[in-house]
Structures are given as C-alpha cells and as structure tokens.
C-alpha cells in the first residue's frame, strides 16, 4: 500500500509540476504584456518583466487547483492507458482506496498552496505593487502614498497619504462624542507613527466644542496614542489579495470592532480557503474522470476536459464571490458553493465507478 501510494504521488506531483510550470509561463508573459502600457519614469522594461517575475508565486496560488486537476487527469490517465491501475484493482484495491491514495497527493498540494499563499505570494505582490509605484513616480518628485480614511473608536483620521514609512504629510482629526455629537476639530500640518506605535503630530491646531462654547489649542508638537497601530495602519495599504490569511483577519477585526463593513476582506478570506481545501478534491475528480468516461481518451482529450472543469470552477468562484458582494450575502456561503458543487459532483462520478 505504502509503495502504491508513494508511485501514485509522484505520477500526480511530477504532472501537476509540469502542468504548473507551463500555465505559470503563459501567465507570466501575459502579466508582462499587461505592464507594458504602465511604463513610466523609471518604471521600464526591466522593471515590468521583475514585476512579472514577482507576481508569479501569487499567481501559482490562484492557479493550483486548476493544475492539479489537469496533472491529475494526466498522471493517471498515463497509469489508465497502461492499464496500471487496472492491475492494481484486481491486485484488490477498490475504488475507495485508491482514492483515498490520490487523496494524499491533494493533501501535500494544499500544504504548499497553504504556505505560498500565506508566506511567500502576498509578500512579494506587495513588493513588487510597491516597486512600480515608486519607480514609476520617482523622477516627478511626487510623495508616494494614498489619501485614506480610518477609524479608532470615536475618533476619524483623515490623511493626507499614507507610505510604507509611515510619514502621513498633513492629518484632520475629528473626534465625536458618545451621541455621535462633533466634539472636537484638529488639523496637523504633519504627522507620523514612531518607533514606539505614538502618532507624532507636528505644528497641532485642535478646536474643541463644549457647552455652547468653542475652544482653540494649538501646539508645536503633540503626541497622541490610537488603537491604530503601525502594522494595522499598515495593512491599509495593501490590496487584499496581497494581504495573507493573517493580516486579512486582523484587518476583519479592526474593520468589525469599528462598525465598518468587512465584506470584501471576509470574501477574500473566505475565498482563499475554499481554493485551498478544493485541491484535496482535485485529484480524486480526476481519479472519478479517468476510471469513466475519460478511460480510452488521449492525453489531449483529458486535457480539455482538465481545463474545462478548471475554467468553470474558477468563473464559478468569481462570479458568486463578486455577486455575494453585490447582494450583501454571507461570504462563508457563498465562497464555497463552488467547492461544494464540486464535491458532489466528485462523489456522484466516483460512486458510479465499477
């Protein structure tokens, strides 16, 4: 049994290796075509073909399912036309086992999607969405940063942009009181998070409204503590598809505990995990495929079967992802519909199999 499994692992991860490295190419120039209209300063060829290049581990994240099932359907399609698994089903090995073997191949494949999409992709999207910025921006002497919006309890923050080094430029506070009533206005020309998480806010202007009277204070330098720290400050400045699993839930948090609304981080969250636990499903669809229908097909028949399945579960994901937004439905349920699909489809095909 140990030896069967470990042949059926390595036929399934050498083809879903190969599969990989193909649609990886494919994605990668397509992503480097894509970048071509973007170039700009110092943003050039170079620097399009790195971000290409930086993309890709992300990209591998988005695509494994649909690799696995078409390394799968090719793997054990080869076993199928040598007829392999034949012998090993009257060796005594029922349909059960041996998908419960190719199981395992999903199993270490979901590991590593695990780890790429929570160590290695989301970091190196970011970087490379941070080094096209800033290449791009560099030579017209612009501050790199975003205006944004963000919320700690009664008070709002507006800044005028945030950048990876925390220097915000100017800053309008406004905090409410319990009744949701103004209480008071500030402005600081400048302002900044220092080593020990404290907003630094240069040449501070506060107006205070209280009992029918209005109070101003000014002061060269204040120093204010929020709830805000600088890694979730952070996280704001990233797309939540370069976020991980991690930072996607502290963000959740923040976003919840504010009152603010979380469904586009929750879909991602959710999304990505559903994508995870489907590869565990892929192999044993194509286990159900190649024992079917797909038995006396070539390679290239499998293949378009591969990636016609690969194409509408990936559309599928998409679609309910986006339209859960739209309708304001729960992303726990809607993220995995297609996952769950799949699995029924999967088990309907294997239980069929004699």
């Known amino acids: 049994m140990n030896l069967l499994s470990t042949y059926l692992m390595r036929t399934i991860l050498s083809s879903t290796l190969l599969v990989m490295l193909v649609l990886l190419a494919l994605a990668g120039l397509f992503e480097f075509i894509g970048q071509l209209d973007s170039t700009e300063g110092q943003y050039g060829i170079p620097e399009a073909f790195l971000f290409a290049l930086l993309r890709l581990p992300q990209l591998s994240f988005e695509m494994l399912p649909i690799a696995a099932l078409i390394g799968a359907l090719l793997g054990l399609g080869s076993l199928a036309n040598n007829s392999e698994l034949v012998v090993m089903r009257t060796a005594g090995l029922s349909v059960t086992d041996l998908a419960a073997m190719v199981a395992v191949s999903g199993g270490i494949l979901m590991v590593i999607m695990a780890l790429i999409?929570?160590?290695?992709?989301?970091?190196?999207?970011?970087?490379?969405?941070?080094?096209?910025?800033?290449?791009?921006y560099e030579q017209q002497g612009r501050d790199i940063g975003n205006a944004a919006w963000v919320k700690d309890g009664p008070v709002i923050l507006h800044l005028e942009r945030i950048n990876t080094e925390f220097e915000f430029g100017a800053l309008y506070l406004f905090r409410f009181n319990e009744d949701n009533s103004l209480q008071s206005i500030a402005r600081a020309e400048n302002s900044g998070i220092d080593d020990a998480d404290n907003w630094v806010l240069e040449n501070?202007?506060?107006?205070?409204?209280?009992?029918?009277?209005?109070?101003?204070?000014?002061?060269?330098?204040?120093?204010?503590s929020f709830g805000l720290d600088s890694e979730m400050l952070g996280i704001t400045l990233v797309k939540p598809v370069s976020l991980s699993a991690r930072g996607l839930m502290a963000y959740i948090s923040y976003l919840n505990r504010n009152g603010l609304d979380s469904q586009g981080y929750e879909t991602e969250l959710w999304s990505r995990a559903a994508r995870t636990i489907t590869v565990i499903v892929m192999p044993v669809l194509a286990l159900a495929f190649v024992f079917g229908s797909l038995r006396s097909a070539g390679s290239g028949g499998r293949l378009m079967i591969g990636v016609l399945i690969g194409l509408a579960y990936f559309l599928a994901s998409e679609m309910t992802a986006n339209s859960g937004q739209v309708f304001n439905l729960n992303p726990a349920i809607v993220t995995w519909l297609p996952s769950f699909a799949l699995l029924v489809v999967t088990s309907f095909v294997l239980s069929r199999v004699r």
């Open 117 to 136: 999409g929570e160590y290695i992709g989301p970091p190196l999207d970011y970087f490379a969405r941070t080094m096209r910025d800033e290449a791009r």
């Open 204 to 224: 501070f202007q506060e107006t205070r409204f209280a009992d029918g009277s209005v109070q101003v204070v000014e002061s060269s330098v204040e120093v204010e």
